[in-house]
Nanobody, 121 residues
Framework: QVQLVESGGGLVQAGGSLRLSCAVSGSIFSINAMGWYRQAPGKQRELVATIASADSTNYAYSVKGRFTISRDITKSMVYLQMDSLKPEDTAVYYC???????????????WGQGTQVTVSS
């Protein structure tokens, strides 16, 4: 059973930093891409950052220059370094992963349960 578990969330003041981690466990053959999404109260879930093959990255405009996504394939981990945090960054952050259970199997997406990030002013 594939599971994703986020950690590292918490309460910080504006301008502070947090580092989120997401661990993937269970039976999975390969992971081709991982990412972070967030959902603020009263809003839809939105993409924050993704990282795929060759460590290519993609960021939401609102976090460019402040957030950095990275991954360790050997450890099946993805990280999100968040600097210069703003109150607008307050949300539940979810990590996800796209992969295959078998080499010839279908592409499957997995989601974690989320971790709360609160930025106070």
């Amino acid at each position: 059973q594939v599971q994703l578990v986020e950690s590292g969330g918490g309460l910080v003041q504006a301008g502070g930093s947090l580092r989120l981690s997401c661990a993937v466990s269970g039976s999975i053959f390969s992971i081709n891409a991982m990412g972070w999404y967030r959902q603020a109260p009263g809003k839809q879930r939105e993409l924050v950052a993704t990282i795929a093959s060759a460590d290519s990255t993609n960021y939401a405009y609102s976090v460019k220059g402040r957030f950095t996504i990275s991954r360790d394939i050997t450890k099946s981990m993805v990280y999100l370094q968040m600097d210069s945090l703003k109150p607008e960054d307050t949300a539940v952050y979810y990590c996800n992963a796209q992969g295959r259970k078998f080499s010839s199997g279908p592409l499957v997406i997995y989601w974690g349960q989320g971790t709360q990030v609160t930025v106070s002013s």
